[in-house]
């Protein structure tokens, strides 16, 4: 074993590997599993969603009928609402902290890092 | 000495080479718990027992080095009783980071493309990163456990280092270990085959016991994991040999006082379910803050999971059938079993023996890092040599 080295070249690339691995980690340490996005109909707090992990979906049941929700680490999109203009499933992804996604004909909001919470958040949906 | 080339030839080791390896690896780990632990993260340790892994798995191979950390960890099953999740995930991690990393890096270091320094480190981040990832598969089930994945790299890139650094500075010791200097001076320490395991007979609840495990792990109700755990507890307490009424009480609490030592060894993880489920989990919400009935449900579900393999895991213990290992020609099979009545002295000699080699390496009596080692080794092996003689 005295001809084996103590530090060979895929050392440094080793370590230069996990060096980004930290930084890729790190935000995961720094928020947590605090990201969460809470979901109202009618104004009421029906359901609260963990932003972490692999996509899942969620259905809710509005006043127009069954909306699917997906989420996971990378935020939160309306995958199918049944209303006619389809405003909330083109917004796409929303990730960033304190964003809305906003059904109005089946009176569904979501609310993303739980900003708002019963008595708190808005006072009420119109349309 | 053995020249570089036989340090990195891939000869098979012996029995005996393989008894005493298990019996100084155990040693180190038991050396290891003396150490403070970190609060809320006592799952991260400086891995001593890999100061001994490293250079066993670059002189015997990848395949041979796992067989060792296999066999260690049934070893630290068998005689000090670590809980059945440790079992499990140890059993995992060790073929990951052993097998797995061993098999691509030692080949590299061989080359000289590699170092003990990156064997180390890629050996500590498999290790490290497969115990997060199966305890949280296995028994926490929550994303946002994923949240100390930065610190533990750095955790293994620092670990790793120390040890792979001591390991490289002990060559001529290693070297001593692999070429059976340091074997037993005493009489053989293998187990008598009649008196080995006296419920060698009842095998079959060995079996049973492992379906009842599979069981627990898949079984997805929290309100059938609670009815076992009560079932397990309360069984645990009534005393089966009907004793006097004050041999009962004895039994009882005794009975009592180790379920619920087993129970207690699992807080950090519970600690960190409570606060993963109920604080952060999803689902439909109760009203009650920011509970949700399924992070409840699912809080309950783990919980009594964690307990029940915590309570079940000094059941199976002495179920385990040796008669595997008697049967057995490999040399890990025959090198549990001749280290298997030393480990006994081992909680006894570890401390004073770790104190020692502290003392000499402080006072600069060791004037070597493997001169520091043999005094450790020889210490643990004569201790076990001459109390198992008497």
Not at chain 1, 110 to 122: E, K, P, R
Not at chain 2, 352 to 374: C, H
Request: hydrophobic share 50%; with cysteine.
């Amino acid at each position: 074993m005295d001809s084996l080295k103590r530090f060979g070249f895929v050392d440094a690339i080793l370590f230069v590997v996990l060096l980004i691995g930290v930084g890729i980690a790190w935000p995961l340490l720094v928020t947590g599993p605090g990201r969460v996005a809470i979901v109202y109909v009618d104004g009421r707090p029906e359901a609260k969603l963990q932003l972490v992990g692999q996509s899942r979906t969620l259905t809710i049941q509005g006043d127009l009928g069954v909306l699917v929700l997906e989420y996971g680490a990378e935020g939160v999109r309306m995958r199918g609402a049944p209303c006619p203009n389809q405003i909330c499933v083109h917004q796409g992804w929303v990730k960033r902290a304190g964003a809305r996604l906003i059904c109005l004909p089946s009176h569904v909001v979501i609310a993303l890092d739980g900003g708002a919470t019963q008595g708190q958040g808005m006072d009420g949906v119109t349309y | 000495m053995a020249s570089p080339t036989d340090m990195i030839s891939s000869p098979k080791p012996s029995s005996t080479v393989v008894a005493t390896c298990l019996v100084l690896a155990c040693a180190l780990q038991l050396a290891e718990n003396l150490l403070p632990k970190i609060p809320l993260f006592p799952w991260l340790k400086l891995g001593l027992s890999h100061l001994l892994i490293l250079p066993f798995l670059l002189r015997y191979g990848a395949i041979p080095a796992t067989g060792l950390a296999i066999s260690r960890n049934l070893l630290t099953w068998m005689v000090a009783g670590t809980p059945l999740t440790s079992l499990m995930v140890g059993l995992i991690a060790g073929i990951v980071s052993v097998l797995g990393v061993g098999a691509i890096a030692r080949p590299l270091v061989m080359k000289g493309w590699m170092g003990w320094i990156g064997l180390g480190v890629a050996s500590a981040v498999a290790h490290n990163l497969t115990q997060l990832a199966v305890v949280e598969w296995i028994l926490v089930d929550h994303a946002g456990f994923y949240f100390q994945i930065a610190p533990l790299l750095i955790w293994s890139a620092v670990s790793g280092s120390i040890m792979a650094w001591l390991a490289s500075s002990a060559l001529p010791f290693w070297s001593a270990l692999f070429q059976g200097e340091l074997h037993w001076q005493g009489p053989s320490l293998t187990v008598d085959a009649e008196t080995a395991s006296p419920k060698e007979s009842a095998s079959w609840l060995f079996y049973g016991s492992l379906g009842v495990l599979m069981g627990l792990l898949l079984l997805p109700w929290w309100k059938a994991q609670a009815v076992f755990a009560i079932l397990v507890f309360t069984q645990g307490l009534i005393p089966w040999k009907k004793p006097g009424r004050e041999m009962a009480h004895r039994t009882f609490s005794r009975a009592w006082r180790s379920q619920w030592r087993a129970v207690k060894s699992t807080w950090p993880l519970l600690l960190f379910m409570a606060w993963l489920h109920l604080f952060h989990g999803e689902g439909h919400l109760l009203g009650i803050g920011s509970l949700t009935k399924e992070g409840v449900e699912a809080f309950a579900l783990h919980a009594f999971r964690l307990v029940n393999l915590a309570l079940l895991g000094p059941r199976i213990l002495p179920l385990f059938p040796r008669s595997w290992l008697r049967k057995s020609s490999s040399p890990f099979a025959q090198g549990i079993l001749a280290a298997l009545p030393a480990l006994a002295t081992l909680p006894t000699e570890v401390p004073g023996a770790a104190r020692e080699f502290w003392r000499g390496w402080k006072k600069g009596d060791a004037k070597s890092l493997s001169e520091g080692l043999r005094r450790f080794a020889e210490k643990i092996l004569a201790g076990a040599v001459s109390k198992n003689r008497t």
